[in-house]
Each structure stands twice: as structure tokens, then as C-alpha cells.
């Protein structure tokens, strides 16, 4: 899990939710209950980063901790962050 604003990483969720509080002091909301999971669609099929899973066709994406968005890009993620939750 990395920062979107100085890059570093995390090892959860909750740790970076608290590291944005503390150091930046930007507050994320929690996704909502009942839609914590993506679900594989035609075009993903999503691994959890415990699988470790090193793959030519595995694309790694950053996820959004507030909604389901998800982006190839932190550039892209950050700016989500920024236009949508703060």
C-alpha cells in the first residue's frame, strides 16, 4: 500500500489510512460496507498481493481506499484521490 502523496509503503490498509491522518493529515473514508470487493469481470481477474504471483500477464494496479477505483498508474490514483474524496 503506498502513499499517493510521498510514495511510501505500507504494509495495510489501515496503516495507510493512518499515515495519511497523521503525516498529511488527509482523512479517507472507509469503502462502504457490503462493496469491499472487487469482483472479476471479463476483462480482470483480481489476486490478492499475498499470492506473490509474478506473471508476464499480471498488470499490477493501485486501488483507491475509499470506492473500488482502480488504476495502472499512482499518478492516475492520486488524482482520483484528490478530484473525488478530498
Same mark, same amino acid.
Given at each position: 500500500?503506498? &502513499?499517493? @502523496? &510521498?510514495?511510501?509503503?505500507?504494509?495495510?490498509?489501515? @496503516? #495507510?489510512? $493512518?499515515? %495519511? *491522518? @497523521? !503525516?498529511?493529515? +488527509?482523512? *479517507?473514508?472507509?469503502?462502504?460496507?457490503? =462493496? =469491499? !470487493? =472487487?469482483?472479476?469481470?471479463? @476483462? %480482470?481477474?483480481? +489476486?490478492?498481493?499475498?499470492?506473490? $504471483? /509474478?506473471?508476464?500477464? +499480471?498488470?499490477?494496479? %493501485?486501488? &483507491? #481506499?475509499? &470506492? #473500488? $477505483? /482502480?488504476?495502472? $498508474?499512482?499518478?492516475?490514483?492520486?488524482?482520483?484521490?484528490?478530484?473525488?474524496?478530498?
Amino acid at each position: 500500500h503506498m &502513499c499517493h @502523496k &510521498c510514495q511510501k509503503i505500507l504494509s495495510e490498509s489501515s @496503516k #495507510l489510512k $493512518a499515515h %495519511y *491522518l @497523521k !503525516v498529511h493529515n +488527509i482523512f *479517507l473514508p472507509s469503502r462502504p460496507e457490503g =462493496r =469491499r !470487493v =472487487r469482483l472479476d469481470t471479463d @476483462k %480482470y481477474t483480481y +489476486i490478492s498481493q499475498q499470492n506473490d $504471483a /509474478h506473471h508476464p500477464s +499480471i498488470e499490477p494496479h %493501485y486501488a &483507491c #481506499l475509499s &470506492c #473500488l $477505483a /482502480h488504476y495502472p $498508474a499512482m499518478t492516475d490514483l492520486s488524482a482520483h484521490i484528490e478530484d473525488t474524496h478530498l
